[in-house]
């Protein structure tokens, strides 16, 4: 691996990112997967693909397709009954010891190719209590919230985005410019009436709470149903909140996409695995998008018990000899 500075192990929130931070800032980054692309072949054709994958209502499906995930065994109690008692008890089928069904991802983008999409900051106390713990300040809460403003493009406060970039005007402190859009998810219509009133009453009773109807919309304009607003999280405000989601035009987007997005910044293309790693991987080769300029063939084969990927990201830039 003399041809490489870095290889990381892993192409999921951390894994993914810091690849991809590494190949931005020019170095030359091997990132290696246990598993595929889930929406190129075979993945992309397999029972409930791509559509798994991309809606954000279907994600308990994509945790357990059989395309983009392993299948792991645990044992939560010792007890073999109350083991049984859960839902999702099975015999393991290479043991035979009664266990717990618990699949993970393996596929490009680790567990954010099967995760919720949730995007909600923690409160401002939350980071200043790790800081007090550890003595780093770099935990402190503004530390942390600058990080999530590099990683926002905030899509459901539209005023705010408006204010922000006309007239520098932004309380909110949410990231517009970031590589993660967050949107809300907003059903066009509900069909169950029962539900629709249910939702209705109890958001009443939250919004409200004994308040005079100017304090309840003085709450409201003042961004406390957003979760991620700045001045919320400072307050440590409970209430009603919508969740935001990391979804791009309501289709899921995590580091895989990092990785496929076209971009001036950066250009990606598809080559071939370089033959020595194929002995690494046991015989295992794999189409490999990559971090370049120069675009190549792509081919690629598996073999083995289970997908392998190879996925060399060369840097966005040239570096300096």
């Known amino acids: 691996m003399s041809d ?64 983009m995930s392993w ?23 290479d043991t035979g010891e009664p266990s717990i069904y618990y699949p993970r991802s393996a596929t490009l983008g680790g567990c954010t190719a099967h995760n919720a999409m949730i995007f909600v900051a923690p409160n401002d106390s939350d980071w200043e209590d790790i800081w007090k713990r550890t003595g780093d300040p770099s935990w402190q809460a503004r530390e942390m919230r ?51 009133r249910t939702f209705i009453s109890t958001a009443w009773r939250i919004i409200f709470d004994g308040s005079s109807w100017t304090t309840a919309i003085r709450r409201l304009m003042r961004g406390e149903a957003d979760p991620n607003d700045w001045r919320r999280l400072r307050q440590r405000a409970d209430g ?33 695995i370089a033959p020595w790693a194929s002995n690494i991987l046991r015989g ?17 084969a598996k073999s083995g018990r289970r997908a392998r990927s190879f996925w060399p990201v060369a840097p966005s830039t040239p570096r300096n000899s």
């Open 71 to 93: 299948s792991f065994f645990v044992r939560h109690y010792a007890n073999d009954e109350r083991q049984k008692a859960d839902w999702k008890h099975r015999h393991d089928p």
């Open 240 to 272: 009603l909140c919508y969740t935001p989601l990391s979804t791009d035009w309501h289709q899921r987007k995590g580091t895989r996409e990092r990785f496929s997005t076209r971009s001036p910044r950066r250009s990606f293309s598809i080559r071939k």
């Open 146 to 196: 600058r990080y999530f403003r590099l990683i926002e493009a905030c899509r459901h406060r539209r005023c705010w985005r408006w204010l922000q970039k006309w007239f520098d005007l932004d309380p909110t402190q949410h990231g517009w410019t970031g590589w993660l859009p967050a949107e809300r998810a907003l059903p066009p219509k509900i069909r169950d009436l029962q539900l629709l």
């Open 4 to 67: 490489c500075d870095y290889v990381i192990v892993g192409s999921g929130a951390g894994g993914g990112t810091l690849a991809a931070r590494l190949a931005e800032a020019g170095m030359r980054v091997i990132l290696l997967e246990a598993g595929g692309d889930p929406l190129e072949d075979p993945a992309r054709h397999s029972p409930g693909m791509p559509e798994d994958y991309q809606v954000p209502g279907f994600h308990p499906l994509a945790s357990e397709n059989p395309s």
């Open 284 to 300: 295992s080769a794999f189409i490999a998008p990559t971090l370049s300029r120069t675009p190549s063939p792509a081919s690629g």
